[in-house]
């Protein structure tokens, strides 16, 4: 899905032929497949590859362990991850780990020893009233694994392993303080598998989750963190693998600042808009634009989300809301008033504005323009790919690339629609263009950083018509926000990014069909956000693990 | 007895012949006898990328062999000019949409020219198209070259930089290729490490002069226990899970090893004191590229390592520290490869061209900067390739190539007469100073960069590769 490097250059397509998005690669018609064709594959649920835990998924394990003073020690020293196609990082399948890793980690768990072994909360939670000096390493040592082992390893631990701890930490006590002993045996249970890895047996046969596993899916897919407390318990007692609870846990854990993760690392990635620190404006021209904004505009798009899912919203609030998250300096970039300060708070949006919505949001429309203009292929090129899951193929290498010189050499003014006009002349742009083109003409009427304009680049009036070759057309943003939400693609679209998330793995053509039931499903309740999310927790693709060959075969 | 370096030495480097003993006079006992080995012929292997090529008409010389005028582009490396040859010609064909396997069947990837150039430059195989699931690319030379050299240096077989974070994909394939030359394996990329003081104290940190053997013993008892129990956890883990599992699993424990062999080995950091660390933040881009050179210039310098990649920036970043006509270069530079418009990019990337070639001198000047103990420089026992997987320019048959000379500038991404540079004399394997017209695989290059190495076994590098390129020495 994730095809950044392209978004530049599609100035000119071909191999769209049909209907949009339709790469053989794919399975039929994208995001919907047929019922037939899914009927036959019976998809199975499959299984994720042992997952690593992401930098940031190791930081929040070691505040949930140690403290919420303990910083981003991981996400510092760590390599940085490989992104999945769909631009997360949380893709089992391109977490690699090697030797740089696990050394910067072993230097980063060996501090986190040293500072939190001599603390007293620290002590008070995992030791209880054991102290060394009077009842032994041994003891404490038992003590400590019997509190902390289960926790860091996400399970139940066997009596083996805690005594393999136990004897570590007797043996390192010798010569040595207790404290200095504790704090290897710590590195030791955190550089183990259990720690780093989230792993799942699975054999022949579709296995359920025990409740440890069903646990850390929950925990890392909301918090992008370990279990809490309670999920601990819940899976202790054997009842967490349950519609209604699983329900009720999601609704704690959307409540809970936690939360936030999900925000960061679903809604933002699959919006892109984490590649807004990437964006360079040119100063020259948007002289306004600075990190201040920048700032604000990311925000606006998490709380958006935020609040989307919060107050159970339609899911075509997506591209169509008549609210908005703004500070003083935001609104007065949106040229709207009466807001003031820096905090980002809850606006309604005045009647006839044509703000509302991810598509109006300053951090999407900088995202897909250029530096220097908007990029009307760039935008609808996302749309499709972010808000359809269909992309256009690359443009063939053997067409002539588009000219986008606001003058002739004769000296006449020609615009950038007129310039894609010329450009979609040739059949081959065609086919593609004519899908791409309308899309992002409709949100013309904002400049590259997001700024209402009402006249373009070359002085011309801004024509925000988008028409596709079917004859179906929309003018302004929220017609075509109404347009998009009423695309079966859209709700399948933001389905698919949702498994893929909250799996940690890259979706097959076969996964595509168990998108289509959770989406039939969320859509015959009341079809919001959060329903489709919790329909995707609820699916049995969540909750189960499928045997090695189906899926290995399936790729 | 220990050297420091100045910090001075340390981030200058220009004119500063900074003298260490030569691996024979202060080495420890490993080190002398891999000296007796025949084999270490003691050079380094250096790659260093940049994407989407390089644009040509400044670039190759207009004529072949010794004593050619140097083109613009090349001109600020004229006082090293002894010290690198243009080699033209090269081709890696495997990273061509369409390709014709030697057993003549036949593939077509389509597009993604990009994801290839990257992906393939130091595999010279075939990228598997895929969304991520089931990667598949084939080992890179340098990984192939360090597995052998491991016993030299065993604590840090190779290095692999950039200058980068993250990446996208590109036409289908997962992003992973276009984020990584350096592949440990068909499947696993090698981990790219960013900041030049995470490296500088992953090469010099934890030694402690003043330690006794009796500590060091104890020190190690501890550490040992530590890893065990990591392992145990490994092998508990491993009957339980599927092959992919595994494969990460093993993954792992190849670090774990690795830690492993630090430890047992760390006798050997007493050879060379680095001096002063690099700083951990607070530079500019073209300070981070110096910081890295210099970095390994003090790995090779105290023999941490053997192999080093570099990827000088990816596909689409920003070179806003160059400017054109007064004008800083705002767009991402993949933005501009395609030239579609025309002369105005074409200048732009020949700026950044220039840039990077630049980069190249900066090295080879580091590198002779830093005497051996036998009176030989780095630059005299080291071969750095220098160049990328296209041949430079642009986009299909648009207006915007019409003004480059069509024998030196393809009107497409091709994968063919690539822009390769090597620098060094990998200890008189290699002579320098002349423009090398050739038709070979790039992978011939790299197979003659391993011979250099002393690493023999590679008879042949790449899908398409025939042997050593004739002609280097």
Known sequence: MARLLTVSLVVALAGCQGSIGEPSDRPPSTGNPSADYCARLDPEPGYVTLHRLNRLEMDRSFAALFGDDVGSPAYDALPGENESRAGFVNDADVLTIGPVAVEALDGVLATLGETYVPREDFRARYLGDCDPATDGVEACAGAFADSFLPRAWRRPVATTERDAFVALVVAAADGRSFDVALAQGIRSALLAPSFLFRPETHGVGIRELDGYELASRLSFALWASMPDDELFELAEAGTLNDDDVIRSQMDRMIADPRFDAFLDEFATRWLKVVKLAYASPDPSLFSSYDSALQSAMVDETRLFIRHVIEENLPLSTLVVADFTFLNERLATHYGIEGVTGDEMRLVRLPDGTARGGLLTQGSILTVTSQPTRTSPVKRGEYLLERFLCAPPPAPPDNVEALNDDTMDPDGTVVTLRERLAQHRENPECATCHDVMDPLGFALEAFDAVGAWREVDETGAPIDSLGELPDGRSFEGPRELGAFLAEDPRFSACVGEHLLGYTLGRSLSGSDLCIVDRIVQRANARDGSLRTLLEETLLDEVFRSVGTNDSTEVGR | ?473
């Open chain 2, 1 to 473: 007895m220990s050297f420091r370096l100045s910090r001075r030495a340390f981030l200058g480097g220009a004119g500063a012949a900074i003298a260490l003993p030569y691996l024979e006079a202060m080495a420890p006992r490993t080190m002398r006898e891999r000296a007796r080995a025949a084999e270490d012929r003691g050079v380094r292997l250096v790659w260093m990328w940049v994407p989407h090529g390089i644009i040509r008409r400044h670039f190759t010389p207009s004529t072949e062999g010794t004593g050619y005028a140097l083109p613009s582009m090349l001109q600020p490396l004229e006082d090293v000019r002894d010290h690198f040859d243009v080699i033209s010609g090269l081709h890696n064909r495997p990273g061509q949409g369409r390709y014709t396997y030697p057993d003549g069947t036949v593939s077509d990837d389509g597009p993604g020219d990009h994801a290839r150039d990257t992906g393939t430059f130091l595999t010279c195989a075939r990228l598997r198209k895929t969304d991520g699931a089931d990667i598949r690319n084939g080992q890179s030379i340098d990984q192939l070259a360090a597995q052998h050299l491991r016993e030299f240096t065993p604590q840090i077989p190779n290095l692999s930089l950039s200058t980068f974070g993250g990446y996208g994909g590109d036409s289908g394939y997962a992003p992973i290729y276009q984020a990584n030359i350096s592949w440990v394996n068909a499947t696993t990329p090698a981990e790219r490490e960013r900041s030049p003081r995470a490296v500088f104290d992953r090469l010099f940190a934890g030694f402690d002069p003043g330690e006794s053997a009796l500590e060091r013993e104890r020190r190690l008892a501890l550490e040992r226990s530590v890893l065990d129990g990591a392992l145990d956890d490994i092998s508990r883990l491993r009957g339980r899970l599927g092959t992919r599992d595994n494969q990460k699993l093993d993954e792992y424990l190849e670090g774990i090893r690795a830690l492993e062999v630090r430890l047992e080995t760390s006798e050997g950091r007493a050879a060379c004191e680095p001096g002063t660390p690099p700083p951990d933040s607070g530079y500019d881009f073209p300070t981070h590229v110096q910081l890295f050179f210099d970095v390994m210039a003090l790995a090779f310098q105290c023999d941490r390592t053997r192999v080093v990649t570099l990827m000088l920036q990816k596909q689409g970043s920003v070179h806003d520290h160059l400017s054109v006509d007064g004008s800083t270069i705002t767009a991402n530079h993949h933005g501009m490869s395609h030239l579609e418009n025309g002369d105005s990019d074409i200048r732009r990337i020949e700026a950044i061209n220039h840039w990077q070639v630049r980069q190249f001198g900066n090295l080879l000047r580091r590198l002779q900067a830093s005497e051996e103990g036998d009176g030989s420089t780095l630059l005299d026992n080291t071969l750095v390739c220098f160049g990328g997987g296209l041949d430079g320019t642009g986009h299909s048959s648009g207006r915007a190539t019409g003004d480059l000379t069509p024998q030196r500038s393809g009107p497409v991404h091709r994968h063919t007469n690539l822009p390769i540079l090597l620098g060094g004399h990998g200890r008189g394997a290699v002579r320098g100073g002349r423009h090398l017209v050739v038709d070979a695989p790039l992978g011939d290059l790299y197979t003659s960069m391993a011979h250099a190495a002393g690493v023999t076994e590679v008879a042949r590098f790449g899908l398409d590769g025939t042997g050593p390129l004739s002609g280097l020495g």
